[in-house]
């Protein structure tokens, strides 16, 4: 088996704006499907990793594109490990169209926990170091690595909303794919017309349950980049917690 | 080609709820795929319609399920037309598990419009009534099929949303899959803890824009049945108009 898994997927017309193009949200859920199909076909997949009491958790992802599939085009999602280290691994994607033409890349960073006790598990201990054997190092991802999404205490709370029953996934949490389509609508349809998503780079914090409400906090950090710092509010606790933080560099 | 069309989907991580079965909404998403691959694959698909100035318009859709797939579960679709009139036709669904078992059943009502004057348009004129060729009108689909939704006056406005960038459609409109995803949000997981949707009934009446706001107005009919009336406040003229209606049956 290749080290480098290469998936199909169309882009649904109701998985694409109103410009005919795939939303990002989507395009991100794409990727951590092939991230999925990839590592369970090679032995260190979510369902392997049940059965152990480990996961996933995915803890950065960055998606920078030049050009979104459109609706009907059929593309493709190549991903592989770049490197793996004890806490850490980074996965990297690269989007293509049908025609073969790169549209984009993406990076991830990936953590292994133990879901008893929610505790960082050694990712190099499963299988004996099973994951080394599928590095690539080689093929090129080039996009930069994601860096710590810096804001200042001036940032503007734009928006609040209530977490619902389709905000949450199996594991009682608001789900990775969620955050994002959550920010990209903090936009509205008159600013996609006249700019697009360049870079997306979203760093996951804490978890979020349903009933949580999520305040976004936004900041403009040069002409064409926003920041945009997500706090929950425990509904039970009513403590304020940050969940995640993105950066969205438009064109 | 057979007049029964056949689509496996996978039911994604992030498509699946908190207790890990398929959300009702991806599943009318794949639904809606189906309807199109089979009708692409026929010389009547959206695309086709389209460099001829028309459009599918999803009037009705209803779902009737006794299991939902789960998370990573491989499952089918079967679809085809029932019948065919000037200005409606019915296509039903069949929804099986890897083992062959069935899990439910849909039925959905669609016109065809002129997408320059919005008015209706005369199915069987396109290429001379081809959709009759694949009427499969023996295959079984033993679900009732949707009746008008009833509503008193007395329903309760139980939430106010804003329509974002990710609710709408490369028509401008509010998708229709979204509306079921947001009326299905009507309930948290506390109820769904205890609750599971029998059959879901949505008719189309109107469209919404980015910006309308969306009242829901919910009436409990029986013991065991909702009906949800999706009113907009049209952002321009502050005119308020029925977009669809819903009905919804849990065990």
Redesign the interface.
């Known amino acids: 088996m290749d080290k480098i898994g290469k998936y199909e997927f169309i882009a ?9 193009h795939l ?1 990002l ?1 989507n395009l991100g ?1 794409q990727m ?2 092939a991230a ?1 199909f990839h590592s369970t076909d090679r032995g260190f997949g ?2 392997y990793l049940m059965t152990i009491q480990r996961s996933w958790v995915l803890s950065r992802l960055a998606i920078e594109m030049t050009e979104m599939p459109q ?2 085009e059929r593309f493709t999602i190549e991903t592989w490990v770049e490197n793996a280290l004890r806490f850490f691994t980074q996965r990297n994607f690269q989007v293509s169209g049908a025609n073969g033409k790169i549209y984009g890349f993406g990076r991830s960073v990936w953590a292994m926990i133990d879901t008893e006790t929610r505790q960082p598990s050694d990712i190099l201990a499963i299988d004996n170091g099973a994951i080394n054997q599928w590095i690539e190092a080689e093929k090129p991802c080039p996009i930069e690595k994601g860096d710590r999404v810096k804001m200042s205490n001036e940032a503007e709370l734009v928006r609040t909303i209530n977490t ?3 905000d ?3 594991n ?1 949490h608001v ?4 955050y994002i ?1 959550h920010v ?2 903090l ?3 008159a600013w ?1 017309r006249e700019h697009q998503i360049k870079r997306f780079d979203i760093a996951y914090v804490a978890e979020t349950h ?2 949580d409400k999520i305040h976004f906090f936004r900041e403009q950090t040069d002409e064409k980049t926003y920041c945009v710092r997500l706090v929950k509010t425990d509904q039970i606790t009513q403590e304020d917690t940050e969940v995640c933080r993105c950066k969205i560099l438009f064109t």
Chains 1, 2 share one sequence.
């Open positions: 649904e017309p109701f998985h694409c704006d109103f410009s005919g939303c949200g859920n951590l499907n999925d979510m369902k609706q009907y619902h029953y389709s949450i996934d199996i009682g789900n990775s794919v969620k389509e990209i609508d936009w509205d349809i996609y349903q009933g």
